[in-house]
Structure formats: structure tokens, C-alpha cells
């Protein structure tokens, strides 16, 4: 009788396991990306000039990135739409072509910094950085030519697993658990100064990308997830955020642990320099972790960034746009896929400073990200779009309240610049 009465329970989970892991996609490849080059380099700069004390913002994130990114999921298995086409439909091509350029004008430096962390990366166990570039190019260009989506996914979903490496550097720099856990708390957030504030918002930007919203959506689109997979795309978008964040603060504890024990040092190539607590953890043993985790989070990053724009611009003119079509048949979304990122390598090899561009570049993206983020939760909030899927008043009220912070902070920080500059 025991037995009996188990089975259909067994199976229920099996059933439900074996839903999500059909599922399971847009949203994991889109956070693990969201661990680019320039998140990397942003918390490591965090863990090696305040220590532990950006783990407690990275915590708060989590909810906010699932809240954000969960919106592009009911978008794209309610409409079967991608963001920049729903937007054109609902608002216009006005609207539609704002969208896709506040996306693009952050682009164009994320395509560097990925180039840039890539170098990096490689140069830390000697790999010359054209060899490397070119190599990156190669891989970039072949991963999408595949004729299908879900031999895309495939790959990317392997590619992903090689930011764990930031996992086990954190473990290797034997952090003191008890000021790890400080840095969850209040406390550790008093008397930072705005160098601390400007990281803060400089990380929020980091985490929370308008290509993300782009990819999230475009992609569910061409997997075919319908209606019937929401449920399995909003656990995957949850556990997506967790781990994005975990792997976020595993390069801020690593980096504190190491400058803590006074590991410090200078790595740099490709116009970027590695903070001073990685960059001593490579000089004492953890290079080849270093190495892996920056060049996937590069590669990882390219990949998705190129695509979100090229679905989003295709999306907008209507061009023929999906992995399932060949090159043949989708010409102008394939071809700027390719092209797109090349001038973002050459700068990479040449460039003598990036880390001040990339950090000031994820302030202003905070500025940039409301455009989108404004469009999402109108979309998200209109019944005649989501039908009963659309937002509730606490929801609307919350989205609306995260947008004027992010708002908010991203004009102060904005301004904070320009002063300093001056």
C-alpha cells in the first residue's frame, strides 16, 4: 500500500524535474553571462578596497535581478514576442528604436571589456593575447552557426560551467568565515565614504544589464517555451539570480581574502589591470582559476551580449531572426551577429587603460537600464498584452519603486562623476 501510494509521487517529481531541465536555458545562460568580464573586475575592485562589505548588496540583488528578468519570461511565453518586436508593436518604432539604442550604447563597451577580460585572462598563463583574440573570434562565430538553437544551448550551457572556477578561488584564499559573515551584515556597510557608494551602484549596473532583459526574452521566444513553462522558467530564473550572485561574491571574497593577508599585487593586459587581491592570487598559485573564469566569463558574455543585439535590431526591423534558420535565411541578423564585435577586439589588443571606462560605463548603464525596465513593467502591467499574467498592484508598486531607485542612483552617481571630473 506504502508503495503504491509513493509511486505517483515519485513520479510527479520525475515529471517535474524533467520539465524544468527542458526548460532550463534562456534564463541560467542569461545569469551566468551577467558574470561578465566587467562584474568580474567591478567586484574584485569592491573585495580588494572594502573587503567583505559588497556581500550584503549582492544579496539584496537577487531578489531585485528575479523580479526584473522573471517580467521577460511572461512576456515571451504570453505573446511569443521578443522585447524590442513587443515594444515596436505596442508603442511604435519610435518607442522600439529608443529601446534597442539605450541597449546598444552600453553594448559597444561590454563588447570591450569581454575582449579585454579575455586577454587578461589568457596573459595570466601566457597565452599571446592575438592568438587568443583570434581564437575567441573563431569560437564566438562558429557557436552560433549551427543550424539550431538547442545545439546552441547546448554548448553555451557547457561553456557556463567554467565560471565556477570563481567558486573554487574563493575557497583556495581560505577567507575567515567570521568576517565573511560581518560582511552580510549593517554594520559593515557604515562609514564607506562615495568611493564605497559609487562600487555599490557601479555593481548594481553590473548585475542588472538591458541586454539582459533583450536576451531573456528573445531567446524563451526561439527555445518555444509556451504558457505551460512559466512556472519552470520563473524556478530557473530564481535559481539563475542566486547563482549569478553567489558567483559575484565568490570573487569579492576572494579578492578580500587575499588582500587581507596583504596578497597584493599587479597584472595587467589588454588595457585592463586585474585588482590587487586576484591579481595576488594569481601570482601565489590561483592563475590557472583566474585564467578559466575570465576567459568563459568573456566568451560566455560575447555570445549572449552579440545576440541580444542582434535579435533586438532584427526584432525591430523585422528581419528573419532565429538559431533554428541558417545563415542563408536570416542574412542581416546573422552577419551583424558576426561583424558587431570585431572593432570591440581590436580595441581590446590596443587599448592602454579600460578599468576606469568599464567601472564609469556600469554607473551610467544604471542610468541607461530605466529605459527598458520602464517598458517592461508598462508591458507587464497591460492587460491587454498578459491578459491575467499582469502585474499586481504590490508588484507594480514594488517594480516602479526600484526603477526610481535605480534611477535615482544612477543620476547621483552620474553627477558624483562629471564633479570629479571637473
Known amino acids: 500500500m506504502a508503495a503504491s501510494l509513493s509511486d505517483p509521487?515519485?513520479?510527479?517529481?520525475?515529471?517535474?524535474?524533467?520539465?524544468?531541465?527542458?526548460?532550463?536555458?534562456?534564463?541560467?545562460?542569461?545569469?551566468?553571462?551577467?558574470?561578465?568580464?566587467?562584474?568580474?573586475?567591478?567586484?574584485?575592485?569592491?573585495?580588494?578596497?572594502?573587503?567583505?562589505?559588497?556581500?550584503?548588496?549582492?544579496?539584496?540583488?537577487?531578489?531585485?535581478?528575479?523580479?526584473?528578468?522573471?517580467?521577460?519570461?511572461?512576456?515571451?511565453?504570453?505573446?511569443?514576442?521578443?522585447?524590442?518586436?513587443?515594444?515596436?508593436?505596442?508603442?511604435?518604432?519610435?518607442?522600439?528604436?529608443?529601446?534597442?539604442?539605450?541597449m546598444v550604447s552600453i553594448d559597444m563597451v561590454a563588447y570591450v571589456a569581454e575582449f579585454a577580460g579575455i586577454v587578461l585572462g589568457a596573459s595570466i598563463v601566457g597565452v599571446p593575447a592575438p592568438a587568443v583574440v583570434l581564437g575567441a573570434l573563431v569560437f564566438h562565430s562558429a557557436v552560433v552557426l549551427t543550424g539550431s538553437y538547442?545545439?546552441?544551448?547546448?554548448?553555451?550551457?557547457?561553456?557556463?560551467?567554467?565560471?565556477?572556477?570563481?567558486?573554487?578561488?574563493?575557497?583556495a584564499a581560505r577567507p575567515d568565515p567570521g568576517s565573511v559573515l560581518a560582511g552580510f551584515g549593517p554594520a559593515g556597510q557604515v562609514g564607506r565614504g562615495d568611493g564605497y557608494l559609487q562600487l555599490v551602484v557601479a555593481t548594481t549596473g553590473a548585475v542588472i544589464m538591458p541586454w539582459m532583459l533583450f536576451y531573456q526574452q528573445a531567446a524563451t521566444?526561439?527555445?518555444?517555451?509556451?504558457?505551460?513553462?512559466?512556472?519552470?522558467?520563473?524556478?530557473?530564473?530564481?535559481?539563475?539570480?542566486?547563482?549569478?550572485?553567489?558567483l559575484m561574491a565568490a570573487v569579492v571574497v576572494a579578492a578580500a581574502a587575499a588582500t587581507a593577508v596583504g596578497a597584493g599585487s599587479s597584472l595587467s593586459a589588454g588595457g585592463m589591470v586585474l585588482p590587487a587581491g586576484l591579481a595576488g592570487l594569481a601570482v601565489g598559485g590561483g592563475a590557472g582559476l583566474i585564467a578559466v573564469g575570465m576567459v568563459g566569463s568573456g566568451l560566455l558574455a560575447a555570445i549572449v551580449i552579440s545576440l541580444s543585439s542582434a535579435w533586438a535590431w532584427a526584432?525591430?526591423?523585422?528581419?528573419?531572426?532565429?538559431?533554428?534558420?541558417?545563415?542563408?535565411?536570416?542574412?542581416?541578423?546573422?552577419?551583424?551577429?558576426?561583424?558587431?564585435?570585431?572593432?570591440?577586439?581590436?580595441?581590446?589588443?590596443?587599448?592602454?587603460?579600460?578599468?576606469?571606462?568599464v567601472v564609469?560605463?556600469?554607473?551610467?548603464?544604471?542610468?541607461?537600464?530605466?529605459?527598458?525596465?520602464?517598458?517592461?513593467?508598462?508591458?507587464?502591467?497591460?492587460?491587454?498584452?498578459?491578459?491575467?499574467?499582469?502585474?499586481?498592484?504590490?508588484?507594480?508598486?514594488?517594480?516602479?519603486?526600484?526603477?526610481?531607485?535605480?534611477?535615482?542612483?544612477?543620476?547621483?552617481?552620474?553627477?558624483s562623476m562629471l564633479v570629479r571630473a571637473g
Open 9 to 102: 509521487f515519485g513520479a510527479a517529481i520525475a515529471r517535474r524535474a524533467a520539465h524544468v531541465l527542458r526548460v532550463l536555458g534562456p534564463a541560467w545562460i542569461v545569469m551566468i553571462a551577467d558574470v561578465d568580464a566587467a562584474s568580474v573586475i567591478t567586484a574584485a575592485q569592491a573585495g580588494s578596497s572594502f573587503g567583505y562589505a559588497m556581500l550584503l548588496p549582492l544579496l539584496v540583488l537577487v531578489p531585485v535581478l528575479y523580479l526584473v528578468q522573471e517580467m521577460t519570461s511572461r512576456l515571451a511565453v504570453v505573446t511569443g514576442l521578443g522585447h524590442a518586436e513587443l515594444i515596436r508593436e505596442r508603442y511604435g518604432m519610435r518607442w522600439g528604436a529608443v529601446a534597442v539604442l539605450s
Open 150 to 171: 538547442a545545439r546552441f544551448e547546448r554548448l553555451v550551457l557547457v561553456l557556463s560551467l567554467g565560471l565556477f572556477a570563481f567558486v573554487a578561488l574563493a575557497l
Open 221 to 246: 521566444v526561439d527555445k518555444g517555451l509556451g504558457r505551460q513553462d512559466l512556472g519552470a522558467a520563473r524556478l530557473e530564473t530564481l535559481v539563475g539570480a542566486a547563482v549569478s550572485q553567489i
Open 315 to 357: 526584432e525591430l526591423f523585422q528581419w528573419p531572426r532565429s538559431l533554428n534558420l541558417s545563415p542563408r535565411k536570416a542574412p542581416l541578423f546573422y552577419g551583424l551577429y558576426l561583424i558587431e564585435i570585431i572593432p570591440a577586439a581590436i580595441v581590446a589588443l590596443v587599448a592602454t587603460d579600460l578599468v576606469a571606462v
Open 360 to 415: 564609469n560605463a556600469m554607473v551610467l548603464n544604471v542610468l541607461v537600464l530605466v529605459v527598458p525596465l520602464t517598458f517592461l513593467i508598462l508591458l507587464t502591467s497591460d492587460r491587454e498584452v498578459v491578459g491575467d499574467l499582469a502585474n499586481s498592484l504590490v508588484r507594480r508598486v514594488v517594480l516602479w519603486a526600484i526603477a526610481a531607485v535605480l534611477l535615482a542612483l544612477g543620476l547621483w552617481s552620474t553627477v
